[in-house]
């Protein structure tokens, strides 16, 4: 009866919501690509998850995401006694409301297996049922034959791997038979450092997920769900597929942004425009912040003649002014800093220098 009643209410969630208002997420766009916000892995009363697939759709609009995908589990579904569906409902129910709301909706499942090889997604499937095979090899040869894109989910989760995060010779086979194509660098919130040091050994494109499996609440400004950037050609799903699996993603959790070196860079040449007025014993240094994101700089080696911040923060969509003080009769030189919560390394952050 439990159950019944909270399927209901699952349902009544669906209720259009006339009044909602699309969000936005104002993240510059790379040159030559847009940058689309995604989030490919969440639930629905299809598997483990307490809202109806629509809401999913409603959840996004809501916030300004440009895509998601939902990923309801093939081998786990507490609610098949009620819910009697084939493994693509979710996705068909979810299909007519991502159109009329403009989130480009991308159909896929989770391979949920113990570790190893543990969980993993398959998103641009074209049918999901052949996924449910006892054999975990065969479920993920059978997306790959749909020429889906497979990523190992949330490899720092304590109830699988409770002591330390291993990469196992299951996933070493899976990656040379074009099996895992990336690996969720973030998970829920959760960043796993070894997912982003083996995201980089092994050239496997870098996710963040929300995997929700409740509503999502509603987020004060400034804060927001984990999410991929996809820097895709264009604004299609076709688009977003392959810049998956050229590797062009970017992962953004709280303030940080985290990626390959020549993303970030770019990401932050695009959000701020830079003016540099000398005068004569001093240089001032205008950063203009033309979107959401935050930046944490910190002082890095440089010319002891050159005097300025120890750590500054940039804040959205404001106008921060600094002086470098000229000493010792320097006139000019290399202002260094790391930006902290840009990261390209595990705990390494962006490094960037503005000539004066």
Same mark, same amino acid.
């Given at each position: 009866?439990?159950?019944?009643?909270?399927?209901?209410?699952?349902?009544?969630?669906?209720?259009?919501?006339?009044?909602?208002?699309?969000?936005?997420?104002?993240?510059?766009?790379?040159?030559?690509?847009?940058?689309?916000?995604?989030?490919?892995?969440?639930?629905?009363?299809?598997?483990?998850?307490?809202?109806?697939?629509?809401?999913?759709?409603?959840?996004?609009?809501?916030?300004?995401?440009?895509?998601?995908?939902?990923?309801?589990?093939?081998?786990?579904?507490?609610?098949?006694?009620?819910?009697?569906?084939?493994?693509?409902?979710?996705?068909?129910?979810?299909?007519?409301?991502?159109?009329?709301?403009?989130?480009?909706?991308?159909?896929?499942?989770?391979?949920?297996?113990?570790?190893?090889?543990?969980?993993?997604?398959?998103?641009?499937?074209?049918?999901?049922?052949?996924?449910?095979?006892?054999?975990?090899?065969?479920?993920?040869?059978?997306?790959?034959?749909?020429?889906?894109?497979?990523?190992?989910?949330?490899?720092?989760?304590?109830?699988?791997?409770?002591?330390?995060?291993?990469?196992?010779?299951?996933?070493?086979?899976?990656?040379?038979?074009?099996?895992?194509?990336?690996?969720?660098?973030?998970?829920?919130?959760?960043?796993?450092?070894?997912?982003?040091?083996?995201?980089?050994?092994?050239?496997?494109?870098?996710?963040?997920?929300?995997?929700?499996?409740?509503?999502?609440?509603?987020?004060?400004?400034?804060?927001?769900?984990?999410?991929?950037?996809?820097?895709?050609?264009?604004?299609?799903?076709?688009?977003? &597929?392959?810049?998956?699996?050229?590797?062009?993603?970017? =992962?953004?959790?709280? *303030?940080?942004?985290?990626?390959? /070196?020549? #993303? !970030?860079?770019?990401?932050?040449?695009?959000?701020?425009?830079?003016?540099?007025?000398?005068?004569?014993?001093?240089?001032?240094?205008?950063?203009?912040?033309?979107?959401?994101?935050?930046?944490?700089?910190?002082?890095?080696?440089?010319?002891?003649?050159?005097?300025?911040?120890?750590?500054?923060?940039?804040?959205?969509?404001?106008? &921060?002014?600094?002086?470098?003080?000229?000493?010792?009769? =320097?006139?000019?030189? *290399?202002?260094?800093?790391?930006? /902290?919560? #840009? !990261?390209?390394?595990?705990?390494?952050?962006?490094?960037?220098?503005?000539?004066?």
């Amino acid at each position: 009866m439990k159950k019944i009643i909270l399927l209901i209410g699952a349902v009544c969630l669906t209720l259009p919501l006339f009044a909602q208002v699309r969000g936005k997420i104002n993240i510059p766009n790379l040159n030559g690509y847009v940058t689309l916000k995604c989030d490919f892995h969440m639930h629905t009363v299809f598997s483990d998850g307490s809202v109806w697939p629509t809401v999913r759709i409603d959840e996004a609009f809501r916030e300004g995401l440009d895509a998601i995908a939902i990923t309801d589990h093939i081998e786990y579904r507490p609610n098949k006694e009620i819910v009697i569906a084939s493994h693509n409902r979710s996705y068909e129910l979810a299909r007519g409301l991502a159109l009329a709301r403009g989130i480009m909706l991308i159909k896929g499942s989770e391979i949920t297996r113990e570790m190893p090889p543990g969980h993993s997604n398959a998103i641009f499937l074209t049918d999901s049922e052949p996924l449910d095979t006892p054999d975990y090899m065969d479920a993920f040869a059978a997306a790959k034959a749909q020429n889906a894109f497979i990523f190992w989910n949330h490899p720092c989760w304590d109830s699988q791997q409770p002591d330390t995060t291993l990469w196992f010779a299951e996933h070493t086979k899976l990656l040379e038979q074009g099996l895992m194509q990336g690996i969720e660098v973030v998970n829920s919130g959760q960043y796993c450092p070894e997912a982003h040091r083996w995201s980089l050994e092994k050239n496997l494109t870098m996710l963040s997920n929300s995997d929700s499996h409740a509503p999502i609440p509603n987020f004060t400004p400034g804060k927001h769900r984990p999410m991929t950037l996809v820097f895709a050609r264009s604004t299609t799903t076709e688009a977003i &597929h392959e810049a998956l699996i050229d590797r062009r993603t970017a =992962v953004y959790n709280d *303030d940080f942004i985290i990626g390959q /070196e020549k #993303f !970030l860079k770019e990401l932050f040449e695009n959000a701020l425009e830079i003016k540099v007025e000398k005068t004569d014993n001093a240089v001032r240094i205008t950063f203009i912040n033309k979107s959401d994101l935050t930046f944490n700089l910190k002082k890095t080696q440089h010319d002891a003649r050159l005097v300025y911040f120890r750590d500054y923060t940039i804040v959205p969509n404001g106008t &921060h002014t600094i002086t470098v003080r000229l000493q010792d009769g =320097v006139t000019g030189g *290399d202002v260094n800093f790391e930006v /902290e919560n #840009f !990261l390209v390394r595990p705990n390494e952050g962006l490094k960037y220098t503005v000539k004066i």
